[in-house]
């Protein structure tokens, strides 16, 4: 039956929270009545362009846990959140007219699949409202002191541009809703078999072993800051190889927007008033702004960020050879460090950021490949794929992109340095041996 009262709907994406969602804290402002709506878009588990499935089965498994979590975080703010596995453009249509919606509130997006989806939606809905927000970054766009197209070429130089003298804004609450706000809702959340994959037991010897969702993000939060305190050893171990706690592992988090990176900002800044302030402390919000900055890299140049000549329009030689692709990604190199970490990855789903670097500098500058085929390889297979830092940081390897030294990394000196006794790699070339 048609509701008769006027509803928001707020069409959840990459902002998979309750805490500090300034999307769903604005459609619950205005008393009207609030649902919320999660589309597992098929096409997203769909093999695409260099042969690989957009999305994996361990970002899938994440993503299934994420939405679970976050049905549980809405149902206490008596918020429903339908469910489907189906195209946006196919359900929401069908959703105004059932239940009135008058509005629809989302995050804002810009890179260029996010955007075709959200042009073909609307087209369908020409009296709907939309509010598109902001709601990814940790220097908010309305609040910086340079226009997006003057985004500086360097880190460096947007860093000090912002961290002295721009504010970060405070988290935004939602309020609970009232019991009249629930709507009768009948969806399901997919299993994995649903998407097309059979279920799996995470790898014992994975780095991340943590589940998907706000809950789970908000625990590893408080034990890896307040519980054992090794926020305050990050900067001197952060280039880590094996196991938790080398890192802070929030990047799944971040990436889907299960945690806000306000968030964690401010519960650093609370852990340096209960506790220390160090390079550490500082370190953690540093990464945090890396982050911002290849948002910002791709709000100013677009699909440049996707392009063989990448930001730079470099004129590089690359090539496509099959057999040097798949060797690199069954970890069949002449490398044994790439070699661990490529295996890690296909086991896992992760790999830290010393690996990532290395094995991207080595598609690249190596073997010379086409790095936006090795990047589709980090889409589908990295649970904590995001599309910002995925293509900025391969851009910055392959010498495309913002590194002004266009460096090449010396694998075997790194897998020295930091894998000095060679346990990583024996831990996943020689797995019998642990």
């Known amino acids: 039956m048609q509701k008769t009262e006027k509803t928001n709907l707020v069409w959840f994406r990459n902002d998979l929270r309750t805490i500090d969602n300034a999307v769903l804290a604005e459609a619950s402002k205005n008393g009207n009545r609030v649902i919320g709506l999660y589309c597992f878009d098929p096409r997203q588990f769909q093999v695409h362009s260099y042969g690989f499935k957009k999305t994996e089965k361990f970002r899938a498994k994440f993503l299934i846990e994420t939405v679970i979590d976050l049905k549980s975080q809405l149902d206490a703010l008596n918020i429903d959140l339908l469910v489907y596995y189906e195209l946006p453009e196919t359900i929401i249509p069908k959703l105004c007219e059932i239940h009135n919606i008058f509005s629809i509130y989302l995050q804002r997006e810009w890179t260029q699949e996010e955007v075709d989806v959200e042009n073909v939606v609307k087209s369908k809905l020409p009296n709907i409202k939309w509010h598109s927000i902001y709601n990814q970054f940790l220097y908010h766009p309305d609040d910086i002191n340079f226009g997006i197209t003057n985004t500086p070429q360097v880190f460096t130089v947007f860093r000090k541009k912002l961290e002295k003298y721009i504010p970060i804004r405070e988290e935004v609450q939602t309020k609970q809703q009232s019991e009249e706000n629930r709507i009768e809702n009948n969806t399901s959340i997919p299993s994995l078999s649903n998407l097309g994959f059979e279920d799996f037991e995470v790898h014992p010897h994975s780095a991340f072993p943590f589940k998907g969702g706000e809950t789970a993000a908000l625990t590893r939060l408080n034990d890896y800051f307040f519980g054992t305190k090794k926020l305050g050893f990050y900067k001197k171990t952060r280039n880590g190889l094996a196991g938790t706690d080398y890192s802070s592992k929030f990047s799944p988090w971040l990436a889907n927007g299960s945690i806000s990176v306000r968030t964690v900002y401010w519960q650093v800044k609370q852990f340096e008033k209960e506790h220390f302030k160090n390079q550490s402390t500082y370190w953690l919000i540093f990464e945090l702004i890396w982050r911002d900055y290849f948002k910002y890299i791709s709000l100013k140049y677009g699909n440049h960020i996707f392009k063989l000549g990448g930001i730079l329009s470099k004129d590089y030689e690359w090539s496509t050879k099959p057999s040097q692709i798949d060797q ?107």
């Open 328 to 434: 690199w990604i069954n970890g069949e190199t002449y490398s044994d460090f790439v070699n661990a970490n490529m295996i890690e990855l296909k086991e896992t789903g992760w790999m830290s950021n010393r690996g990532r670097q290395n094995v991207a500098s080595y598609f690249a500058k190596e073997l010379e490949l086409d790095w936006r085929i090795g990047a589709s390889y980090f889409e589908s297979l990295l649970i904590d794929y995001d599309v910002h830092s995925n293509y900025g940081n391969w851009m910055y390897v392959a010498g495309v992109g913002n590194d002004p030294r266009d460096r090449k990394f010396n694998v075997q000196l790194q897998a020295e340095r930091y894998d000095t006794n060679g346990r990583f790699r024996r831990l996943w070339l020689q797995p019998s041996l642990f």
